[in-house]
């Protein structure tokens, strides 16, 4: 069973930074894709940033160049960090860990238990 523990979160006015932490207790993180997701109160979850487990990343639009995702896998752990923050970004943040296939079978994704980001205006 994968758990994923999310910190960071809280209160910043616009155009301040936050980091994003998930701790994941996996012993498979180094091979995994891990992503950040967000979602507001009555919209889809959003993919905001993945990485893979070589530390190629790739960004939403509305996060590029203000968002960074990093990994550490000496510390089972991934990084958001965000910069020039705006109300918009407003949400609440999950850590994502993605399913690994084979040519049969993936075993599950896991999320986190979600960590709430306000900018305020």
């Known amino acids: 069973q994968v758990q994923l523990v999310e910190s960071g979160g809280g209160l910043v006015q616009t155009g301040g930074s936050l980091r994003l932490s998930c701790v994941a207790s996996?012993?498979?993180?180094?091979?995994?894709?891990m992503d950040w997701y967000r979602q507001v109160p009555g919209n889809q979850r959003e993919l905001v940033a993945s990485?893979?487990?070589?530390?190629?990343?790739k960004y939403a639009d509305s996060v590029r160049d203000r968002f960074t995702i990093s990994r550490d896998n000496a510390k089972n752990t991934v990084y958001l960090q965000m910069t020039s923050l705006k109300p918009e970004d407003t949400a609440v943040y999950f850590c994502?860990?993605?399913?690994?296939?084979?040519?049969?079978?993936?075993?599950?994704?896991?999320w986190g238990q979600g960590t709430q980001v306000t900018v305020s205006s």
């Open positions: 990485v893979h487990n070589n530390g190629i990343a």
């Open positions: 996996d012993r498979d993180f180094s091979i995994v894709v």
């Open positions: 994502h860990r993605a399913p690994i296939c084979s040519a049969y079978e993936c075993d599950p994704e896991y």
